[in-house]
């Protein structure tokens, strides 16, 4: 009996599906959820309350499963030249367990996932995706600035709404009560903030010939590359907190009180990051042997950081290039092949 109720408890401590296992969703094959609502029970790594959302929104889901993609390999992109380079696994925990440990990378990733589910949603409005938004035509008049507010442009509030419905689900089920809920909730938050600070005025001119008499101008989001880098100087900056009591308010406090506090768009995370040197199984870590690394740089490319002391080995590969191009009368290009030797270093 006593091992059932241990079973029990290690189920409850150590759910399989973490708070972005939503993200498995592009991973998954197509499971066509707009034509067979029923299929949202099939989605792997949907807690309760997204399941039912799903049947609720399905028309939102393909923004869902792009919001994924876009995430993941947001991330990879701004993380490439790191010892930590998101990598995913087959699992619906995505990025494995570091998500799951309060880390930096974790809050990154949460913040970068919520961002993604509100532009991916808000651009399936703008684009007419889905019959419950649509772009903000009613920003109108004039602007100080004296251009005419007109078109289409990108509402966001829906798309934050829905991420904030959806992303964070499986926080507020569990109840706002955990250290690792309030820190999730609020990288997730921050991650929506960094689309709302960032939005971008477009403009056309109108006119004779196209002199500007009238200019005509729409709100956009920004580029999601953007978004991504945005969220990596986040990253740098992120406060370490601890969860303290306020009141009867739990709430997530600098552990070193002489730092400045954070605002509602800074990382906040609450135990410091593994050094990703070693390859360790349990916790999805691939260590950084075999990484390539830059032997001149002193940023985290470079041998020193990469390669975690262990040193680097050295290879040699034969570069083709085209060279000396000459622009021939008339019309062609005549260039060299130049071959040179490029050095190439992995970590031992
Ligand atoms: C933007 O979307 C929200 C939520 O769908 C809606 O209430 C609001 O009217 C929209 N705003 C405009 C200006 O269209
Ligand atoms: C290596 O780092 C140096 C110094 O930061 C930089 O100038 C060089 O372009 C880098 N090399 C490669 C191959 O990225
Ligand atoms: C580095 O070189 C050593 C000796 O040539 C070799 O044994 C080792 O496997 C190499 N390591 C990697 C990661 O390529």
């Known amino acids: 009996m006593s091992v059932l109720v241990w079973s029990l408890l290690l189920l409850l401590v150590s759910p399989t599906t973490a708070s972005i296992s939503w993200m498995h969703l592009s991973r998954q094959p197509d499971l066509r ?36 993609e876009m995430a993941i390999q947001e991330c990879q992109h701004q993380f490439q030249n ?11 925990q995505v990025f494995g367990k570091i998500i799951m440990q309060g880390t930096r990378e974790a809050a990154f990733i949460h913040a970068i996932g919520a961002a993604a589910v509100a532009a991916a949603v808000t651009r399936a409005c703008s684009r007419g995706e889905l019959q419950k938004c649509g772009c903000d035509r009613k920003v109108r008049g004039v602007s100080p600035e004296g251009f005419q507010w007109s078109g289409c442009s990108d509402n966001l509030s829906y798309g934050v709404a829905f991420s904030q419905a959806f992303v964070d689900n499986p926080e507020r089920s569990r109840g706002v009560s955990s250290s690792r809920s309030l820190m999730n909730l609020h990288n997730n938050e921050a991650g929506r903030k960094a689309i709302l600070a960032h939005m971008k005025v477009e403009c056309k001119c109108h006119g004779v010939s196209g002199s500007c008499e009238v200019r005509t101008c729409w709100k956009v989001m920004p580029p999601f590359r953007r978004i991504g880098g945005v969220l990596r100087e986040k990253f740098e900056g992120a406060s370490e907190v601890q969860q303290r009591k306020v009141g009867s308010r739990k709430v997530l406090l600098p552990r ?7 605002t509602s768009s800074d990382l906040v995370y609450l135990s410091p990051s593994p050094d990703f040197c070693l390859p360790d199984a349990r916790n999805g870590i691939l260590g950084t042997s075999e990484r390539l690394c830059n032997r001149t740089s002193q940023a985290p490319e470079g041998c020193d950081i990469m390669c975690c002391g262990r040193g680097y080995n050295t290879t040699e590969t034969e570069i083709v290039e085209r060279c000396s191009c000459k622009f021939r009368w008339c019309c062609s290009v005549q260039c060299k092949q130049c071959r040179h030797v490029m050095q190439v270093h992995t970590c031992r």
């Open 33 to 68: 959820l707009r034509q067979n609502k029923n299929l949202c029970e099939k989605v792997k790594g949907f807690s309760e309350g997204q399941t039912q959302l799903c049947r609720r929104q399905v028309e939102a889901m393909d923004s869902v499963k792009k919001a994924g």
């Open 82 to 92: 790191r010892r930590w380079n998101c990598f995913t696994l087959d699992s619906t």
């Open 256 to 262: 070193n009180p002489h730092f400045k506090p954070y």
